[in-house]
């Protein structure tokens, strides 16, 4: 096998990659939606908050077979690297994820990285995998679902009452799209409030938010094509921000959406302030997103708060993800 490394403007290798990716998917967890040309593009060439995974193919007398993907990050976590292997099923058993995962190992060596992680799907193929390579199982997972055709808006109109009666301290607030360049410093240290989130045995360090990083954030965000909507609540007495929740809808597919970050800073926990943020964002997304069908979110499965949260207002298992991690 012949593995590439490629970047964003090559549209060739993205579409193979791509065809990788949508194979594998169709398969491993057919409920998951398929990615797009336009959604990998826009993960490669801007990533999560400006830094990019690096994505590879591989070759098999120019027949793509495999798919991987390589992530580090310089703000936080400077020993770790994630990585991702994907391949055809028509391709498989044939010693070609090792391939993939070897190449992928000496890059993340290459950057001075001294632990790896790596993530599959519930299932004993992956599983398999990850020990045969010397990975042991951190984490898990799990991708929950709101349908909103099936959501009971009585009870989300009557839990954000309830939830309100009990943060009357709080001023709740909402806003599409940037965050103006003075609310950067307060945002950066709201996010930080997602640290207390459990990571497991995973040999993960807290994250390092700042302004820098909270504009970055929003800039690849809004430039691989998503509408960005954050609520907010801020303390009256202090206007101290106190807790957040952001959706992003993606602008090709506008009946899809994805949770990102919910979290309350800690010396304002116990006002239910996570049910008001996430029941407010489904009642405002009804009003000016009313095209929407579902959003999809992610739990550590040892979050109990925030699952039990999710499972009040009607998101539903899809899928369990197994998060693997070795030493270098």
Known sequence: MEILRFGPDDSDRLAQHLEIVNAARAVDAPWE???TLRGQEGRFRHGWDGEVETPYVGLDEGTPVAA???ATTDYDNLHLAWVGV?????HRRRGLGTAMLEELLTEARARGRTSVGIDGWDDEAPRGFAT???FEQKSSAIERRQRLDEVDWATIERLRAEASGVAKDYEILRREGRTPDHELEELALLASAINDAPTDDLDIEDEVFSAERMRGYETAQLARGHRMFR???RHRETGEQAGHTVVLVEEERP?????????VVRAHRGHRLGLLLKTEMNLWLREVQPQLAEISTWNAESNDHMIGVNDAIGYRVVGRELEFQKSL
């Open 33 to 35: 939606h398929p990615a």
């Open 68 to 70: 991987g993907q390589i």
């Open 86 to 90: 994907q391949v055809h099923p028509d």
């Open 132 to 134: 045969r390579h010397g």
């Open 231 to 233: 609520v907010w609540a």
């Open 255 to 263: 009946h899809l959406a994805h949770q990102h970050d919910t979290a």
